[in-house]
């Protein structure tokens, strides 16, 4: 049955043009619709949302900037936590179609994996994309070594408060930096040694190993602070042991908030992940 569960960017064309450059339009926001039940494929399970993360690449679907934009009607969302329907909690990660916000959903069973018993749905929704996009450059592209100095930009953000927290498992001595004094508590917390704002960023001192999620003159200062062969990691531009490692959950909204979860980002006053909790 027909049941209210579909969050669906906005607007009146109807597609997103991906070809020519366009003003983002923050006009267009997502509306809450009733959608049909989601029929699993083979190797599918449906998942019960208990809450869904939110990126920054959303919000540029919604506004019509993204790259590779999907077809509308679409319901964003790629991470989500919740049960199936045999009472199993997961975190699972949408690939393909999107559609993590929405009370039901189906995912690929290879990417669905067991939520820890102490774990929140909304930790859950905050994990994966934060700490693979972190995990991943930080023992790959640029290994952190013990002893290895790394500088995280937008260190209180989702992926960079993931960073931080990598960066230390690792062994690293983390520098974090943040767009404003409000933001440094976090970091602190998660490990990093020292915390400064951008304006701040001249007098770290020289780092091996930079993450940097926002590009532009960031990107661009970060450069003149890597030591010799130093590795610069660019990842955007706007997992380990729980014991270890914790999502940072900055705020949930209900699933109709979403328009305000994307303004809290867009924004930039977020701090941690952002989730929608059906």
Do not use: M
């Not at 669905?112 to 102490?118: Q, W, Y």
């Not at 905050?126 to 100095?149: D, E």
């Amino acid at each position: 049955a027909d049941r209210p569960g579909g969050v669906e960017p906005g607007g009146e064309d109807g597609g997103v043009d991906g070809g020519a450059e366009r003003e983002p339009d923050r006009e267009r926001q997502p509306v809450l619709r009733d959608v049909a039940d989601p029929v699993p494929e083979e190797g599918q399970h449906v998942v019960s949302v208990g809450a869904a993360g939110i990126n920054f690449a959303d919000t540029l679907i919604r506004r019509g900037t993204y790259p590779q934009p999907p077809p509308l009607p679409f319901t964003p969302g790629n991470e989500v936590a919740g049960e199936t329907s045999d009472g199993r909690r997961v975190l699972g990660l949408v690939r393909r179609s999107g559609g993590g916000y929405a009370e039901l959903v189906a995912v690929d069973d290879d990417w669905l994996f067991d939520l820890p018993a102490g774990a929140t749905f909304e930790e859950g929704a905050a994990f994966a994309l934060a700490f693979l996009t972190a995990w991943l450059p930080l023992t790959l592209q640029a290994p952190v070594r013990p002893g290895s100095r790394v500088l995280v930009h937008a260190a209180a953000g989702g992926v960079g408060s993931a960073a931080v927290q990598v960066a230390r498992v690792l062994g690293g001595e983390v520098v974090a930096a943040v767009g404003s004094p409000e933001k440094r508590d976090l970091p602190l917390r998660l490990g990093a040694a020292e915390c400064v704002t951008y304006d701040q960023l001249e007098g770290v001192g020289q780092v091996d190993v930079v993450v940097d999620t926002v590009g532009g003159e960031l990107f661009e200062a970060a450069l003149r602070l890597l030591r010799p062969l130093g590795t610069l990691v660019g990842i955007g531009f706007a997992g380990g042991p729980r014991e270890l490692v914790q999502p940072g959950v900055g705020a949930s909204f209900p699933l109709a908030d979403a328009p305000a979860a994307h303004l809290l980002i867009e924004e930039r006053r977020s701090v941690g992940k952002v989730v929608l909790v059906p």
